[in-house]
């Protein structure tokens, strides 16, 4: 076998058991993740999987850094120079629609109360914008609607904490009551921005 297809053949194996552990999250919750179930699942020995993860943590890291790089991937949106408000909006709604193409792994994600999960999950402690990209980000727009006096002046964390966790409620909703048309979904998404907004507007 060429050394092309040994790596090839290895990265199958690896992205089969992430693949497998992901399920395994979706139906029976993020905690619920073990190598037993993984190799019981795959038929595989547990030294297969202890060859490409050193535990079942490293497996759950990986699957986080995953499916928030891919969330983090669909916001990027254009910077909006001197209206932080539309940057806001933008943002806020690329989040959301990114959010619900991965529903299942998201919620199994942040509703998980796990201590090793919290650790990249939480946001409402003080100093979350110098250890959470997001938050760091909706910080730098609200900061910079205050140098344009179109913001009223505010603790800018706990503002931007205060928004996200807003915006998250309704998109915890949205992901539960499932078939919600697309019309009904955008007018709640743009109301509860127009409400939110005109909170910190001056």
Sequence with gaps: M?????????EEIKQLILNT???IMVKEGIDKISI???????????????HYFKDKEEIIE???????????NSVR????????????RE???????????????YLAIVLSDKTSILQYTSILHKGVSEDRKSIKILCDSIRKGIQL???KECNVELTAQALWVSIFGLTVRLIIEGEIDIEQKEKLINQQLDILISGIKK
């Design 149 to 151: 006096n179109q913001f």
């Design 77 to 88: 949106v254009k910077d909006w120079e001197n209206e932080p408000e539309k940057e806001i």
């Design 2 to 10: 060429s050394r092309q297809r040994q790596i090839n053949k290895k």
């Design 91 to 105: 943002r806020f709604i690329s989040y959301i629609n990114a959010v619900l193409e991965f529903s299942d792994c």
């Design 36 to 50: 037993r179930k993984i190799t019981n699942t795959l038929d595989y020995s547990p030294g297969i999987v202890y």
């Design 21 to 23: 552990a992901r399920e």
């Design 62 to 72: 990986t699957l986080l850094k995953e499916g928030y790089g891919e969330i983090l």
